[in-house]
């Protein structure tokens, strides 16, 4: 295992996010850095868990939901099984909600095309 360490700007270059973010995962404890003086000390472990969190929020899972997962990698020794099982569980439910939302975008065209139909209708009253 590699005993390479991360600062808190090398992470933030590399993956394009503020340390505003690496802290506020911090708070919320899905990162867990060492100190070394004032400064935090991010592990290869924290790299990865980092990695995953930004994941899990480009698909649209909460915070709460983000936390959830990784405690399943952390806490059970077949975590990553049942992570992946769990992470594919929440899958189906994001694109059942995105489904949904795709039809419902597509009624609300539907309607604001025949609005404005019957609006320019009306104006050609005048």
Do not use: H
Request: glycine content about 4%.
């Amino acid at each position: 295992m590699s005993n390479q360490t991360y600062t808190t700007r090398s992470l933030c270059k590399e993956f394009a996010i503020t340390s505003r973010s690496i802290r506020f995962y911090e708070d919320q404890g899905l990162l867990f850095p060492t100190r070394d003086g004032q400064n935090r000390v991010f592990s290869r472990q924290d790299r990865v868990r980092l990695i995953l969190i930004l994941r899990g929020k480009r698909l649209g899972f909460t915070i709460a939901e983000i936390r959830e997962l990784l405690s399943l990698w952390d806490d059970t020794p077949a975590g990553s099984r049942l992570q992946l099982e769990e992470t594919l569980r929440r899958i189906a439910t994001k694109k059942t909600q995105l489904d949904q939302q795709l039809r419902d975008i597509a009624i609300l065209q539907l309607e604001l095309e025949q609005a404005e139909t019957r609006c320019r209708e009306a104006l050609l009253q005048y």
